[in-house]
């Protein structure tokens, strides 16, 4: 038995800056047939836990060329229609290639895409997969920010979503994924789906598994897998930046030979129980810097600046927390990865280790994340080529490249300024440029949840800074003009 592997999807924030196009979504270009299995094999990806599934079962794993960064998901603007419509093109060509030759399909899509083609890129993406592949078994793993909708479900063999905020489980949702195509194929079990979607908008930034809410509904949820004797039982957060139809959360259900309305709907009522639990104080980095000083201990205290995220789609540019941090001039600080390429490019092109400069970093994307930072006799104290390996739960082992990247120090504060847009999931990007990370108290971050996988037990705490950017926890900033009303927390609904 052969299963073809793909993957391509993107987290799209609408109230972006801007345009996703192939060379934003993924900078170092396609991910070659060829190299897939050596670079994912054994890593915590969604791929990974296919291919660990293919092996375990006896299979052959088929890959064709992947659009992915690091094994996961980029997030950005809207998704151009040359975009969408050229990386579709590129799969189905070569999947065509391959017709006859493989008996089931792992297409790893993220759930929150949106493109100018459809404000639902995986009804797009599945839609154009099916135009080659027919009645092909296809199954996908999801985020768990994934916007379901009930068309992705039309046209899949089985969805299995990721239960973690911080993902820490893709390689479990492509395992369970591929696992049960094959079983499928083989006539093991026969999956069927239902999706209940649910009339509420979560921020990305309170929407967590390690405590509150949410970490109650995965756990009614898997208590529910058990009881019900569910394939599988996901809540999906949503993605509430993404601003098209089916923007809300779910609950998708997965039963062996019979449709798991009853089961979906359960967890359902347990989650709009909880509906008015998702919220969380929005501090001005004025703010998370008094609370993060109260709170240093022995290491450092993380600030993450979540309104400049960009795995939630934001430039991460911005400058309102460098702003501050270089104002207070506090030992010990530290922020980064920003990302501004021209300025990296700059320092490339003409400095060198030990150089003293006068530079304007980030704000150069959108006036929302503040004007762009003059630095004044700035040292520059290394430089690095961005390559890394991992080391945070969400994509343990794969490798990551941000680009060129240049370390800089102004007074108290050190800057890493990165070529390419990540979130910062760990120390690594800290570390490829020679620091110590036990000499700092005050760290800075762009990231909402992703980097407590790894600092979560690192850091003396974590604090949420909230300035003005595209990934705001008060979502009645953002100027909706897609998704289905009514719906919490923008207007009043009394049931489900
Ligand atoms: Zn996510």
Request: with cysteine; aromatic share 8%; charged share 25%.
């Amino acid at each position: 038995m052969k299963i073809l592997l793909t993957q391509f999807g993107n987290e799209t924030n609408s109230f972006a800056v801007g345009k996703t196009t192939f060379e934003t979504l993924v900078p170092k270009g396609w991910v070659k047939a060829e190299d897939v299995i050596r670079q994912f094999k054994g890593t915590a990806t969604y791929l990974g836990g296919a291919l660990r599934a293919i092996e375990e079962e006896g299979a052959e794993p088929l890959p064709v060329d992947l659009a992915t960064r690091g094994g996961n998901f980029g997030a950005g603007p809207m998704m151009s229609k040359e975009c969408a419509s050229y990386v579709m093109d590129h799969i189905t060509e070569d999947v065509k290639k391959h017709m006859g030759d493989f008996d089931g399909v792992f297409f790893a899509v993220h759930g929150a895409g949106c493109s100018e083609e459809d404000l639902d890129l995986e009804r797009y993406s599945f839609k154009r997969m099916r135009a080659v592949i027919g009645d092909i078994p296809m199954v996908s793993s999801l985020d768990a920010h994934a916007n379901l909708s009930q068309d992705m479900l039309n046209l899949s063999d089985g969805l299995y979503g990721i239960k973690t905020v911080p993902h820490i489980d893709c390689e479990e949702a492509g395992y369970r994924a591929a696992k049960t195509l094959i079983r499928h194929i083989r006539g093991e079990v026969n999956p069927k789906m239902y999706l209940k979607k649910i009339p509420l908008l979560i921020p990305a930034t309170t929407g967590r598994t390690v405590s509150g809410p949410g970490k109650a509904i995965m756990e009614f949820a898997a208590a529910c897998v058990k009881k019900y004797n569910l394939i599988d039982a996901t809540f999906f957060f949503g993605f509430s930046a993404a601003d098209c139809p089916c923007s809300s959360c779910s609950v998708l259900a997965v039963a062996d030979g019979y449709v798991p309305k009853k089961e979906a709907e359960e967890i359902a009522a347990f989650v709009w129980q909880r509906r008015y639990e998702f919220s969380e104080p929005s501090l001005s980095v004025r703010e998370a810097m008094d609370v993060a000083l109260s709170k240093v201990k022995d290491g450092y205290v993380v600030i993450n600046e979540a309104s400049d995220n960009p795995g939630g789609g934001a430039p991460g540019d911005g400058t309102h927390l460098l702003r501050e941090m270089i104002k207070r001039n506090i030992p010990g600080t530290i922020m980064g990865p920003l990302t501004d390429r021209v300025a990296v490019k700059y320092l490339f092109d003409n400095h060198k280790v030990g150089d003293v400069v006068d530079i304007e970093v980030g704000g150069k994307t959108d006036a929302t994340g503040g004007e762009p930072m003059r630095l004044h006799n700035a040292e520059i104290i290394n430089f690095s080529n961005g390559k890394l390996i991992s080391a945070a739960p969400i994509n343990f082992g794969a490798p990551m490249d941000y680009g060129n990247t240049v370390r800089l120090r102004q007074g108290n504060v050190e800057l890493i300024i990165v070529s390419d847009r990540f979130q910062t999931y760990d120390d690594r990007p800290f570390i490829m440029t020679g620091c110590d990370m036990s000499q700092y108290k005050i760290l800075g971050l762009k990231s909402m949840n992703h980097f407590r996988g790894y600092f979560g037990s690192r850091a003396d705490a974590i604090v949420t800074a909230d300035p003005p950017g595209q990934c705001p926890i008060n979502l009645k900033l953002y100027q909706y003009k897609n998704i289905e009303r009514p719906i919490l927390p923008l207007d009043e609904v009394n049931s489900i």
